[in-house]
T-cell receptor, first 114, second 112 residues
Framework: EPEVTQTPSHQVTQMGQEVILRCVPI?????FYWYRQILGQKVEFLVS????????KSEIFDDQFSVERPDGSNFTLKIRSTKLEDSAMYFC????????????FGPGTRLTVT | KNEVEQSPQNLTAQEGEFITINCSYS?????LHWLQQHPGGGIVSLFM???GKKKHGRLIATINIQEKHSSLHITASHPRDSAVYIC??????????????FGKGTKLSVIP
């Protein structure tokens, strides 16, 4: 069964460094998302991406964050200058189309900022 | 602002028990997701429903759109069902994209 994959599974970085989290959505899906879950808290929406542009972003998704689909398969989340409070689990998800379609989640990347 | 509330926050059950987890939301939605989060952190989609009832194995999800309420039931619970169960509503923000708003989750522990 097709699945969303994410790399790396765990990333440790120092405060101020740039990180890139990678996702490979399900191949025929057109809508992509990033979510964040700080330890012990609920999952929060960061951004949605469709047709090579951001469709929606939350208040969390400030200028430090960017997303890109550099080729036909990868979908990346970049944090330019990490802060301690960026430590969280980051989930990528994809859905078939734009609309009320089921979202399929990747296994997540645990980001630890020291 | 849309809020998604789940109850209970924590639930301990004996193996074989029938389990119910409840979810309420405050604003009209397009659909509701029930998700399972394993101890390692990964999230698996169990159901997406916009009306009525869906069943998959021992899992049953129901939704009442008028009452803005959904339930997830697990029949004949088993220790392997131990996980955090999260409901998330899917709605469109104006002309923007569809977004999921998550509840805090219900931590289920099933004891042999």
């Amino acid at each position: 069964e097709p699945e969303v994959t994410q790399t790396p599974s765990h990333q440790v970085t120092q405060m101020g460094q740039e990180v890139i989290l990678r996702c490979v959505p399900i191949s025929n899906h057109l809508y992509f998302y990033w979510y964040r879950q700080i330890l012990g808290q609920k999952v929060e929406f960061l951004v949605s991406f469709y047709n090579n542009e951001i469709s929606e972003k939350s208040e969390i998704f400030d200028d430090q964050f960017s997303v890109e689909r550099p080729d036909g398969s990868n979908f990346t989340l970049k944090i330019r200058s990490t802060k301690l409070e960026d430590s969280a689990m980051y989930f990528c998800a994809s859905s078939l189309e734009a609309g009320p379609y089921e979202q399929y989640f990747g296994p997540g990347t645990r980001l630890t900022v020291t | 602002k849309n809020e998604v509330e789940q109850s209970p926050q924590n639930l301990t059950a004996q193996e074989g028990e029938f389990i119910t987890i409840n979810c309420s939301y405050s604003v009209g939605i397009s659909a509701l997701h029930w998700l399972q989060q394993h101890p390692g952190g990964g999230i698996v989609s169990l159901f997406m429903l916009s009306s009525g009832k869906k069943k998959h194995g021992r899992l049953i999800a129901t939704i009442n759109i008028q009452e803005k309420h959904s339930s997830l039931h697990i029949t004949a619970s088993h220790p392997r069902d131990s996980a955090v169960y999260i409901c998330a509503d899917l709605r469109r923000e104006g002309a923007g994209s569809y977004q999921l708003t998550f509840g805090k989750g219900t931590k289920l522990s099933v004891i042999p």
